[in-house]
């Protein structure tokens, strides 16, 4: 009922920035968060941003050098990423919390295809 699209990912050198795209489709009535986890290998998913209406959250990791942008009218969400790490390699994915017709239902958990980005000299 509800499909993620991501893009934007790709390589980039340590200190570059990079601009990740997720757009939301499908019988959404209402989206109540959007947001970015993402996966090293051997470790475990971890949120990177998330933003609702009136809140956003931030990884102690990436705060003050990623920026989340959710635009609910068009369905889509951003992450601007600047000052990137090594340690910022990892799969990225879109998430969201949203309410489908018909019926109000809420689905808690949608995630996109997920994007590689690789930071590397």
């Known amino acids: 009922q509800v499909q993620l699209v991501e893009s934007g990912g790709g390589l980039v050198q340590p200190g570059g920035s990079l601009k990740l795209s997720c757009v939301a489709s499908?019988?959404?009535?209402?989206?109540?968060?959007m947001g970015w986890y993402r996966q090293a290998p051997g470790k475990q998913r971890e949120l990177v941003a998330s933003?609702?209406?009136?809140?956003?959250n931030y990884a102690d990791s990436v705060s003050g050098r990623f920026i989340i942008s959710l635009d609910k009218d068009k369905r889509t969400v951003d992450l601007q990423m600047n000052s990137l790490r090594p340690e910022d390699t990892a799969v990225y994915s879109c998430?969201?919390?949203?309410?489908?017709?018909?019926?109000?239902?809420?689905?808690?958990?949608?995630w996109g295809q997920g994007t590689q980005v690789t930071v590397s000299s």
């Open positions: 933003q609702t209406l009136t809140t956003t």
């Open positions: 998430h969201a919390d949203v309410f489908v017709n018909p019926g109000l239902i809420r689905i808690y958990d949608t």
């Open positions: 499908g019988n959404i009535y209402m989206i109540n968060s």
